[in-house]
């Protein structure tokens, strides 16, 4: 369940950002155009910097929440 939530949470505005910078430049262009543009843009992002940065984040609130002992 973790690594859906961290999924979706990085899907989400990767997605959100990408969409509103590409729009003007290729939004006559095609459905299957416009989506290859786009997953050829998000996945690299997702996998090497948004899904990294979430894990840390994740994993400091995790560490920091088993310090306290809660």
């Known amino acids: 369940m973790r ?5 979706w949470a990085a899907a989400w505005p990767t997605i959100t950002v990408l969409l509103l910078l590409m729009d003007g ?3 006559q262009l095609p459905l299957a155009v416009r989506t290859l543009v786009l997953t050829a843009l998000m996945v690299p992002l997702m996998t090497m910097l ?9 994993g400091h ?3 920091k929440h088993l310090r306290s002992g809660l």
């Open 50 to 58: 948004v899904v990294p940065a979430l894990n840390r984040f994740v």
């Open 61 to 63: 609130l995790e560490s």
């Open 25 to 27: 430049a290729i939004g």
């Open 3 to 7: 690594d859906l939530l961290i999924t």
